[in-house]
């Protein structure tokens, strides 16, 4: 199929998963693995961007990861902290204007301070929207939802029989964001790990067996390919 042919999805999410299994099969550690997919979404974004895909959001720690060892943990924040700070100059030179999704209080204060300074650094750009979800989990962000609006509900600004499938998009963290069009899951797991549940509802999903620090340009267009000759129906008839 010629990319002219191609359906490009407005937005892609993707599930960046297999770094540990990828090193772990180099006989490196894992967090080698975290390293090399943190070159590979850099370059993700970039053809993203090249193929007029408006907005990519990836999944790049989940409210589960805490869980993992430490040191691995730390490894990981490490690499946030790293990209959050460089990401400034190479957002706006490439006028890419970036979000984070997630609870941020559990972060350190220099990350949610670079969080901050980025999204404030980039808002007014006009090319891909990226955003990055770090400390997310659907429930998470489901339950942080309702909170709000039940808040709303307390204090007398809104009323139950108001609350309709709109507010609660809107009360998410990605209440600024359409829907993903096209899911992409890497590394040969079929499943969702508390990420967009709500949001997902009718989006294409693409698994492949490919692990994330193999990702390229050749496999995103497969996955767009694919979405491609999906027949959307959304309940309908055709
Ligand atoms: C995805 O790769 C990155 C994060 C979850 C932070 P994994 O670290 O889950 O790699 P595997 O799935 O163990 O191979
Ligand atoms: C999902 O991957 C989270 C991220 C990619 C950040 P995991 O590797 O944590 O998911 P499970 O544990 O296989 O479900
Ligand atoms: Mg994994």
């Not at 691995?72 to 999704?101: G, H, P, T």
């Not at 989990?137 to 108001?162: H, Y």
Request: charge should be negative; hydrophobic fraction near 35%; charged fraction near 30%.
């Amino acid at each position: 199929m010629n990319v002219e042919d191609l359906k490009i999805p407005e937005h892609v999410a993707i599930i960046m998963d297999g770094n540990g299994r990828w090193a772990k099969k180099r006989h490196m550690p894992r967090t080698y693995g975290h390293a090399q997919g943190a070159k590979v979404l850099e370059q993700t974004l970039e053809d993203a961007d090249s193929l007029g895909i408006k907005y990519l959001t990836v999944y790049a720690f989940s409210t589960e990861n805490w869980a993992r060892p430490l040191e691995e943990v730390q490894v990981i924040m490490n690499l946030f902290r790293d990209y959050l700070i460089s990401a400034v100059e190479k957002c706006n030179r490439n006028n890419v204007r970036c979000r984070v999704i997630g609870e941020r209080s559990k972060l350190d204060p220099d990350i949610i301070d670079a969080i901050n300074n980025l999204e404030e650094k980039t808002k007014n750009n006009t090319g891909i929207t990226f955003i990055v979800a770090i400390n997310y989990g659907s429930r998470d962000e489901i339950t942080r939802g309702v909170k709000k609006l039940a808040e709303k509900v307390k204090e007398g600004s809104l009323s139950p029989e108001e609350i309709d499938g709109e507010l609660i998009s809107g009360s998410l963290d990605t209440a600024d964001f359409p829907d993903p069009d096209l899911l992409i899951r890497t590394s040969g797991e079929e499943r969702l790990s508390n990420f967009l549940m709500w949001q997902l509802a009718y989006t294409e999903f693409y698994f492949t067996e490919v692990p994330w620090p193999d990702f390229n340009k050749n496999e995103l267009l497969k996955a767009i390919e694919k979405y491609s000759g999906r027949d959307r129906r959304y309940g309908n008839v055709k």
